[in-house]
């Protein structure tokens, strides 16, 4: 059910509702109001005429009117409440849905003007999870800037000498994983997006799944490159993980790789159109233990497959829905998912495969189009 009279007060550089709402970046805090099916926000003099020019559906009303109309109405606290408090009395209205993460004291500031705000249940704009074609391209255009910033990383892995104890050498200095990321984000930066936290994590890093990685990569061992940029146009983000090693694999880091990749394999032959979520996760975990990969704790840490198969992408990394083991949801023709099985265990290193897919009436479409090699 979507609610009618919505209200948000928050900025769009870091919101993602009110970014969908307005499609517009804004840095600082403004009001956002659906009343009755029509949009409104209140504006600044600094962002008022780009506001209309950029948000043009929605009616942009000057933050400084409003002011002024409580000012000769008497009213000397003139802020985001009173202001609130305005528009809904104009509507005839003294109650309004806000999401989850609404400013509290703002909250209270409204209930003692007589304004009730109720959290929305559920998601704020549940139609956010179902991507049209449009949102679908902006994802696709993310994505490529994560493709960009990862072959880069390949190809300078792919230039990499080997040194003593294996060291990997670039340029006549130690390449390590800070470096390498380096690579990855100015890359993505020069293609338009933003990089922030990209994962580089050889050998033993690479058996935590956020870890970021650092200090010296190194021949022969997993090295996890996980890029996840925000495209600096439209806000949407795009999201790959590839495992590789310079030179020769082992057998059992092979072993690994193949069975990840082939639970990745399984993953999107079970992601039609109303399975649910937790049946896809299940199944990639049933393949990973017939295979001889446990999960659970050894020696005070956790190995195995310990995180979900994936997770929805869009104006946020991680959005609804989930395809973990205690996820309920069904996926649905528009939902954009990451597909990214992991195997983990210390002593050997970690393999991730993450790819972007759009579910459809005729099942999945790989978004993703960066190709797997293990060896490099």
Known sequence: MIRKNLLIVADSEQDANMLYAVKMFVPDPFIYLRIRGRNMIVMSDLEFDRARDQAAHCRVISQTECQQKLRQRGIRRTGFAQVIRL???????????????????????????????????????????????????????????????LAEAIQALKSAKVGRNRRLMYHN??????????????????????????????????????????GNLHAREPIILDVFPRSQKTGYFGDITRTVVKGRASEAIRKLYDTVKRGQEIAFAKMHRNARTADVHKAVQSIFRQEGYKTGKENGRMQGFFHGTGHGLGLEIHEAPRMGAHSTGVLKAGHVVTVEPGLYYPGLGGVRLEDVALITSNGPRNLTQFEKVLEV
């Open 173 to 214: 200095a130690p390449l390590t994983s800070d470096k390498l990321r380096a690579i990855i984000n100015t890359a993505i930066i020069q293609a338009n997006g933003l990089a922030s936290h990209t994962i580089v994590a050889g050998g033993k890093h690479g058996c935590d799944p956020h870890e970021q990685g650092h």
């Open 87 to 149: 528009l809904l009395r104009e509507e005839g209205l003294g109650q309004v849905y806000v999401p989850g993460n609404f400013p509290l004291e703002l909250a209270n500031e409204l209930f003692r003007i007589n304004i009730r705000v109720k959290a929305n249940p559920g998601a704020f704009f549940p139609e956010r999870e179902q991507k049209s074609a449009v949102e679908v391209k902006k994802i696709s255009a993310a994505l490529t800037m994560a493709e960009v910033g």
